[in-house]
């Protein structure tokens, strides 16, 4: 199983991008917020992100969802924040 931090930064920003774009959708500002009102757990959402995103399995980042992801990781993904804020205007 691929762990998030072993994809390649195009990957791992449309995985984040994705998730943003999910969450938000229903007003929601967050993994557990989100999770609770559709009644999933916080895994379960991400194995649907996953698949979506055409992923057969992949493992989220340590400590998700409780815990951000690592500033090294953050680092290595080019534009991310600018690209997810993209997608949410669209």
Known sequence: MTKFEQLHAKDETALLCKM?????????????????????????LWRDICAEAGR???????????KALALETIEKIPDSTRLCSIRQTK
């Open 20 to 44: 943003v774009e999910i969450i938000t959708s229903n007003g929601s500002r967050g993994i557990r917020e989100f999770t609770q009102a559709i009644g999933q757990t916080p895994l379960e």
């Open 56 to 66: 057969d399995e992949c493992e989220p980042w340590d400590g998700y969802p409780d």
